[in-house]
């Protein structure tokens, strides 16, 4: 039985293969006839991709049958070279369970007029990723990996001839998963928006196979889909895109359609996210999603961003104030900068970021100090604005210093106002050097579509395609325009512009700005 994959396809793709070209992760490799698995590849990127397998779902659209040899030739190649050692990139794991989830996925494609002998061994290499994924499951990366890795193998449970048994075990330990990582809000554990929609383009094909093959649904299973719905739309901006926090990038409009078609909770999104620590204000054609929160363990922060406090918003359907997201394409060089807090529409501290990440090569880039602890306040006043405070201790270590920032939305939508201040902790000793001076940076990451023009020095002008303008403003304040990088485009890195608020503390510890429609 082939679960079904609900990715989009993408026919071009499919046919640059057949002609000898690769195009993966933003590279192209030129095949020149020879199997791209024997060969030096473009990038480490292109090499997951490519190992993962994840293109096999364009080759259903070759009606020529070109596309299934050329797909039942690959997997013959890989299993040759290296379906018997379980080491490098290929048998990462995350690698292995979207390997063996794609096989399963596309086998038609993969078995269309085979014969007997590649029947077998295309079995057995199926065999062997269960075994090997049955193995790691429990030493798995913390995050979407393990939960992939418990997907796959209840998919494979499912999907191939095995005893009642291990269906069930398998179901079991699916369960356990979703309970650990789906939290009560509906979000996931890593705090990315985005985690939730790769996991459900799984979970519901493997929800349907159980439900075609008829046999008992993980008692988890769909409570947790349904659980993962609110919280997919909470963070939906207007243009189909998700908000980019936490390791997010840009959204194939067509891919968050074809899982929110299947949603059946229908409810409007929650004004907040207690366990994933996200706030949102939404009125009129406004909407502000707020990040109020760190990671919520250290192996959990492999993938965290030092993004506490910074905020995207939008209106009707254009994206205006956004973070840098994370590349889709680019190299652990991009990942970590994206990473860093001046990535991020907050303020940083003589540039530094509220969270530090390691460098070592052991542990892996976690969260070594920063963000501990964050308070937030949640105000509905009789006129009918919305209001959220916060202040987070990620400046509290090296600077004695306290982030608060108030964002408040008028009913109508069409008036921000925010506060952004410092402040000494009480019943703390303060660091050496507390009281000297440091550079305070209010960054305000523009969408790379959205227009900006100085009008004043404390104030621009941000208009969007279709005409509609926002004023951005901080009286006292000179507004600058700079120049910044968008890493979360959908085509890869590029430039695009920034609003920022210099001030020096303890000269100003405080600062007010606005965004009004016009």
Known sequence: ?????????????????????????????????????????????????????????????????????????????????????????????????????????????????????????????????????????????????RFRVRIALAMSSVSMPTRAATIKRAGQALDREIDRQILADGSHVSRNPRAALELLLDLLPLRQTYINLGHDVPS????????????????????????????????????????????ETAGKPFKALPHAHYQRLSSGQTLVIIDTGGPLSVDLSRTAHAGCLSFEMSSGRHRIVINAGSPKFAGSRYVQMARATAAHSTVTLDDSSSLSFSRSGMLGPVMTSGVSAVSVER???????????????????????????????????????????FFAPEQRKAPKKADAERRASARFHIHP?????????????????????WTFSSPGNDVLIGEDVFFADSSGVRASELLEIAFSIPEKTEIRWFLSRR
């Not at 579509?449 to 303008?469: F, H, K, M, N, Y």
């Open 379 to 421: 105000q509905d006043t009789e006129d009918g604005r919305d209001s959220v405070k916060a202040a987070h201790d990620g400046y509290v270590a090296n600077f004695g210093l306290m982030h608060e920032r108030e964002i408040t939305l008028n009913s109508a939508g069409t008036i921000i106002t925010g506060c952004d201040r």
């Open 220 to 263: 988890r299973l769909i409570a947790g889909i349904d659980r993962m719905y609110p919280a997919l739309r909470f963070f939906r901006h207007q243009d189909g895109d998700l908000a980019l926090f936490n390791g997010a990038t840009s959204t194939f409009a067509n891919e968050l359609m074809s899982v929110l078609r299947y949603d």
């Open 1 to 145: 039985m082939a679960p079904t994959d609900l990715r989009s396809i993408d026919p071009f793709i499919a046919e640059e293969m057949i002609n000898g070209r690769i195009t993966l992760a933003g590279r192209v490799m030129e095949t020149n006839g020879r199997s791209p698995f024997s060969q030096e590849l473009p990038s480490e990127i292109f090499a997951t991709r490519l190992h993962s397998f994840s293109w096999l779902r364009h080759m259903r659209a070759d009606k020529t049958g070109q596309g299934s040899v050329l797909a039942r030739s690959l997997v013959n190649d890989w299993i040759s070279l290296h379906g018997r050692k379980t080491v490098g990139v290929a048998w990462d794991t995350d690698i292995a369970a979207q390997r063996l989830i794609a096989w399963l996925s596309h086998s038609p494609v993969v078995l269309q007029g085979t014969d007997s002998g590649f029947y077998r061994r295309f079995m057995r290499s199926l065999t062997h990723h269960v075994r090997y994924l049955r193995h790691v499951a429990a030493t798995a990366p913390d995050g979407e990996a």
């Open 449 to 469: 579509s959205i227009s900006i023009d100085q009008t004043r020095p404390d104030a621009v002008t941000l208009t969007a395609p279709d005409g509609e303008t």
